[in-house]
């Protein structure tokens, strides 16, 4: 009865998901230890992948495919954040919950909603016994991840590279993939997790579309809520006040990669619609307007 029920995974994966994000939010919340956050939510997709996949056991050659890139994402990533925590010191946005167990609880929870959401793709795919033969969806799905994967990955890099260095201390980063837009690593993880989804595409049949929610999740989530606006607003308050990163700001795409020299000279209702120019990126950012002064030229 129970298999009936949760035939498609999706109240085991939940479980899971719960107790292991409860299980570093009880770290975080008695030894104020938040180092190991961001590794448990990448972790979290791998754990669950791996679990569907060995459950269901039919090994269907998408389904290991699909579980073999998320396992990647998520080793290339969590390892990268751990590292990167590690060396940098104390996560700053834990500096307001550290002290407030309410908020504390909110992000575990919030964190736990992701990985499942995000994962649903995978977790339904691993779960069916359909095997279609491969389209052409699936290859472009690959590609997909294959650019996303490859975009974020070097994003990292670069970036980390870039703080590294003492010469660039108290500066944006605007070196490699970062010229072309001003957050490249958010660019690669939407479009490599849209590359997952539409790889699924040929086994869902029915409601089992919905899984659609999980990219769609992730791609609101850094366009609205805990990814763009978070960092927009830091740079703002930051870099607000001097007029480079004014100029950067306003020849630099927010999400899709683009020449400089492109986006600058497109109209702002054509950026704001498909290119995702929005206001609240530029809430904190001062009033006054840096054309007062002559912009440099590419």
Known sequence: MAKVLDSHFLAITAIVTLCYQLTFFVITALFKFDKVTDFAGSTNFIILAVLTLVIRGSWHFR??????????????????LLMRILQWGE????????????????????????VWTVSLPVTVVNASFREPSLHVVDIIGWIMWSIGFSVEATADQQKLAFKNSPENRGKWCNVGLWKYTRHPNYFGEIFLWWGIFLSSTPVLKGAEWLVIFGPIFLTLLLLLVSGIPLLEDSADKKYGNTDDYRHYKKVT??????????YRRLPLLVKQIFLFELPLY????????FLMKPMKKE
């Open 91 to 114: 996560d700053r946005r834990f500096d307001e919950m550290r002290q407030n167990l309410g908020k504390l609880v909110v992000f575990w929870v919030f964190q736990a909603v992701w």
């Open 282 to 289: 530029s809430r904190n950012l001062p009033k006054e307007s």
């Open 253 to 262: 795409s927010p999400l899709i990669p683009l020449p400089p020299a492109v």
């Open 63 to 80: 389904q290991v495919v699909l579980t073999v890139l998320v396992v990647l994402w998520g080793l290339r990533l969590g390892l990268f």
